[in-house]
């Protein structure tokens, strides 16, 4: 479901919505006090919800089967899983709600929180574990590496959740894709987690630049991940990403866009005006910010891209 709208102040209902927009779940509470209110924007496995729970509400749930982080704005969650640990999430906390794989329960005492649920196999992509069909990558704590860290994954966040609804990122494959490696790796970034970087090994040389433009030049209309650029390399993420520091002073990615830029530039130099607009030509280069795109057009260019469309 793309978005969703559910308001309730009946304890049944509000558990047989719970069970199908989330996993199957009991819940507790006084019938006489229940106030519940979520709305959810999602494209493919990405999904950010707004929750107000109005009341105090226990919960004892099946397995997510996805990665689902929490980030409280008021009230409290004592939340605890099947491995032991157990702990309180207040405001301002940003946590993995629940592990994927294992059952959970809790209570939330008249909070409101947003839920943010991704497909765990996006962190093997971004990893390149996802190559092995046995790979996994498990966040190995509940809680972000630091403050710092959970505020930088909250920013991230904040972006997805204003550029979700869009309409670009849902037909756009390269839009969802690259919207999906940013909150992949932003988690990947601020928690623990079981993903293991080889070391730079003999391969960080130009011919791995070589291999990997090759590949990013062949597949600039697909949405591509690093770990698909690492194996067209035949080298780790870690390696590809050494070598284009090392020799372009870049990353992998940052160049992946920069070979899209120049496809927006000859498709704005060809295209009517009159019949297609920037937004339409960046998002088809998987290009979702009209402002920064804007900005490395000029900065690469000399000029906007609606300039270069209407010249």
Same mark, same amino acid.
């Given at each position: 479901m793309e978005s969703m709208l559910f308001e309730s102040r009946d304890l049944a209902r509000t558990e047989e919505f719970l069970n199908r927009a989330y996993t199957k779940m009991q819940i507790g509470g006084r019938a006489t006090d229940?106030?519940?209110?979520?709305?959810?924007?999602?494209?493919?496995?990405?999904?950010?919800?707004?929750?107000?729970?109005?009341?105090?509400?226990?919960?004892?749930?099946?397995?997510?089967?996805?990665i689902c982080l929490c980030e409280v704005t008021s009230g409290s969650i004592t939340d605890h899983a099947t491995d032991g640990w157990e702990d309180e999430f207040r405001p301002g906390d940003l946590v993995s709600f629940a592990p994927?794989?294992?059952?959970?329960?809790?209570?939330?005492?008249?909070?409101?929180?947003t839920i943010t649920m991704f497909d765990p196999v996006l962190l093997a992509q971004v990893t390149g574990a996802g190559r092995k069909d046995?790979?996994?990558? $498990?966040?190995?704590? !509940?809680?972000?590496?630091?403050? %710092? /860290? @959970? #505020?930088?994954?909250?920013?991230?966040?904040?972006?997805?959740d204003h550029v979700l609804p869009n309409p670009a990122v849902r037909t756009?494959?390269?839009?969802?894709?690259?919207?999906?490696?940013?909150l992949a790796s932003s988690v990947l970034a601020a928690f623990p987690n079981s993903a293991t970087t080889d070391g730079d090994g003999p391969?960080?040389?130009?011919?791995?630049?070589r291999r990997a433009m090759a590949f990013m030049e062949s597949n600039l209309?697909?949405?591509i991940t690093i770990a698909d650029i690492a194996a067209a390399a035949g080298v780790t993420v870690r390696a590809v990403q050494t070598a284009f520091q090392r020799h372009l002073g870049t990353t992998p990615l940052a160049q992946?866009?920069?070979?899209?830029?120049?496809?927006?530039?000859s498709e704005l130099q060809a295209a009517d005006p009159t019949r297609h607009?920037?937004?339409?030509?960046?998002? $088809?280069?998987?290009? !979702?910010?009209?402002?920064?795109? %804007? /900005? @490395? #057009?000029?900065?690469?260019?000399?000029?906007?891209?609606?300039?270069?469309?209407?010249r």
């Open positions: 229940v106030r519940t209110r979520i709305s959810r924007a999602a494209a493919d496995s990405i999904s950010i919800d707004r929750i107000e729970i109005g009341f105090e509400m226990s919960y004892d749930a099946d397995p997510l089967g996805k994927a794989d294992r059952p959970f329960a809790g209570t939330i005492r008249r909070s409101t929180y046995d790979a996994t990558v $498990r966040l190995l704590s !509940h809680r972000p590496h630091s403050r %710092a /860290a @959970a #505020y930088q994954l909250s920013k991230t966040i904040a972006y997805v756009s494959p390269l839009v969802l894709a690259s919207l999906s490696q940013l391969d960080a040389r130009p011919p791995t630049v209309d697909q949405p992946l866009r920069l070979l899209r830029l120049a496809e927006v530039h607009t920037v937004a339409e030509i960046a998002a $088809r280069w998987g290009f !979702h910010h009209h402002g920064r795109m %804007a /900005a @490395a #057009y000029l900065e690469l260019y000399g000029e906007l891209p609606s300039t270069t469309l209407a």
